[in-house]
Nanobody
């Protein structure tokens, strides 16, 4: 699976952004998907995940209620709608796919395929 993320940019605190991640291949529906982020000088951390069916989602406590993950099987894409953005959300955001056997995961080491990252900067 090859992943291409986009949609990052500069936004003021309280604003919104929508990240997109396009997946290549015909087996997109076989994979759960996730979003991670990495702020300068910090470790990569889990943000959100969605099961293959799209019927189950997980969120980190820091974004729950503000971010929404979704997927579109027709477009082979996964999205991250980010609302009420805060300066602490500033990071490079990565979409990722775990092994095909994983139903859904918040664990970084379960993820085998990674997009190139898109930078989100939230100004105060």
């Amino acid at each position: 699976v090859q992943l291409q993320a986009c949609g990052g940019g500069l936004v003021q605190a309280g604003g919104s952004l929508r990240l997109s991640c396009a997946a290549s291949g015909r087996t997109f529906s076989s994979y759960a998907m996730g979003w991670f982020r990495q702020a300068p000088g910090k470790a990569r951390e889990f943000v959100a995940a969605i099961a293959r069916s799209g019927g189950l989602t997980y969120y980190s406590s820091s974004v729950k209620g503000r971010f929404t993950i979704s997927r579109d099987g027709i477009k082979n894409s996964v999205y991250l709608q980010m609302n009420s953005l805060e300066p602490a959300d500033t990071a490079v955001y990565y979409c990722a796919a775990p092994k095909a056997s994983v139903i859904i995961s918040m664990t970084l080491r379960d993820y085998e395929y990674w997009g190139q990252g898109t930078l989100v900067t939230v100004s105060s």
